[in-house]
């Protein structure tokens, strides 16, 4: 199996910025994309980014420019750097992976427990 574990969340000041990261760690033979969701309260839940292997990268319309996803392919880590953050950013980050555990014979997904980013004065 395939567990991700994440960190990083917390309380910032709108402007502010923050960093979460997630570790993937398992019996691993591939992975396809990792990246973050994010569901505030109320909301569906909605893609934040994406990296794709090898590197194409996406991101929601309402983050771009301010946030940066990044991956550390030895470590399957991936990284989601948040700049300039809006109290409408405040929402449960989730960090997902679609992987190939050994012994499943296809590509899963798979999601961590999520973090809270709370953007507030």
């Known amino acids: 199996q395939v567990q991700l574990v994440e960190s990083g969340g917390g309380l910032v000041q709108p402007g502010g910025s923050l960093r979460l990261s997630c570790a993937a760690s398992g019996s691993i033979f591939s992975i396809k994309a990792m990246g973050w969701y994010r569901q505030a309260p109320g909301k569906q839940r909605e893609l934040v980014a994406v990296i794709t292997s090898p590197d194409t990268i996406n991101y929601a319309d309402s983050v771009k420019g301010r946030f940066t996803i990044s991956r550390a392919n030895a470590k399957n880590t991936v990284y989601l750097e948040m700049n300039s953050l809006k109290p409408e950013d405040t929402a449960v980050y989730y960090c997902?992976?679609?992987?190939w555990g050994t012994g499943s014979g296809r590509y899963l997904r798979y999601w961590g427990q999520g973090t809270q980013v709370t953007v507030s004065s």
């Open positions: 997902h992976t679609d992987a």
